[in-house]
């Protein structure tokens, strides 16, 4: 019988590729096809982020094996009939931006996205006919200094990150729908024992990583959530009150601004 749904997780990290990670491409493989989804995007943490390889490797070493990740879910993913895409986790200061669309390739000519400033990257990727989800865009931590939202700059915006809890995700979905922004969802998944699942799902499959772009822009899609465990960031209870709002600007007419 032919399914109505078709389902897709656009963030999942592997232990090829994530210093963070505790399963391997192809044992997430078999994780995902036996939660009952139809594919993953694999989205390891960038060269600026928190990738497991050693950035001391010249480019196009560093790229093949960043790559191994994508490339062992992929072997088992066409054993067991689940798709597997290639996707990045670009990191700049804590915010963080999976890009998809492009490939090694793309990556071997373009050396300078490691250095360049963040709004060049944003830029340079969707000229190159990239897509851009923000992720968890209002989560925060130590390691992230600020919350800085663009835009201007991105395609989407992840309104629900799994393991991140309702505060975080409810945030995501006001600003995504403030800008019009392309609502997506993705677990941040980093191994096979993780709890808290989500995705997008299709009212068809996605057969290529570019039919997943266009699927996305056309809205074609729909997010989900299903947690066996209500956490924050794997390990952590959600407490709304560790989250302090600011306090309210100050009056304008007290202010004077000098420019
Ligand atoms: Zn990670
Ligand atoms: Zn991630």
Redesign the pocket.
């Known amino acids: 019988m032919e399914k109505e749904w078709y389902r897709y997780d656009l963030h999942v990290?592997t232990y090829e590729g994530?210093?963070?990670?505790r399963s391997t491409g192809a044992e997430l493989a078999d994780f995902y096809k036996e939660k009952g989804y139809d594919g993953i995007v694999i989205s390891d943490?960038f060269w600026r982020?928190?990738t497991r390889v050693d950035r001391d490797l010249p480019w196009d070493e560093w790229l093949r094996e960043f790559h191994k990740g994508y490339e062992n879910a992929k072997a088992r993913g066409d054993e067991i009939g689940l798709s597997i895409f290639y996707a990045w986790?670009y990191s700049s200061k804590g915010n963080d931006f999976l890009t998809f669309g492009l490939d090694n390739d793309w990556l071997l000519e373009n050396p300078d996205v490691v250095q360049i400033e963040l709004v060049d990257y944003l830029k340079l990727v969707r000229e190159a006919g990239g897509f851009l989800i923000h992720a968890h865009p209002f989560y925060q931590a130590p390691y992230i200094p600020m919350i800085r939202l663009l835009p201007n700059e991105v395609d989407a915006v992840e309104v629900v990150n799994a393991p991140k809890g309702p505060f975080v995700n409810a945030r995501a979905k006001e600003y995504a729908q403030a800008y019009d922004l392309i609502e997506t969802g993705g677990s941040?998944c980093?191994s096979v024992n993780w709890k808290q699942l989500s995705g997008v799902e299709f009212p068809h499959p996605i057969g290529s990583m570019q039919e997943l772009v266009e699927a996305l822009k056309m809205r074609e899609h729909r997010v989900f959530l299903m947690e066996e465990e209500p956490v924050v960031n794997g390990d952590k209870p959600y407490k709304p009150g560790s989250f302090k709002l600011p306090p309210p600007p100050p009056d304008p007419n007290r202010q004077k601004l000098v420019w």
């Open positions: 990290h994530s210093a963070c990670a943490h982020g928190n986790e941040d980093h």
